[in-house]
């Protein structure tokens, strides 16, 4: 994936969390999300969306259609 700011390549990796990690607008996030937080990995912690980073730009973007298995990560 190409940075949509500088167009550079971006690294691909994945957002990882001890708990599980949500985008949410709420400020009390919990382990079961509610309908309007989005989910950024599976219940059990293996399966992560996709994320692209832009080292020039400091830029992270979350493809919630693709998903990286932590056994793919360094
Ligand atoms: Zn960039």
């Given at each position: 994936m190409n940075c949509p700011y500088c167009n550079k390549e971006m690294k691909k990796g994945a957002i990882s969390a001890k708990s599980p990690p949500l985008w949410t607008t709420?400020?009390?996030?919990?382990?079961f999300k509610r309908k309007d937080e989005i989910s950024l990995c599976n219940f059990v912690g293996t399966e992560f969306s996709a994320a692209y980073y832009c080292d020039v730009c400091n830029k992270i973007i979350v493809d919630l259609n693709e998903t990286v298995s932590y056994l793919d990560l360094d």
């Open positions: 709420r400020n009390k996030a919990t382990i």
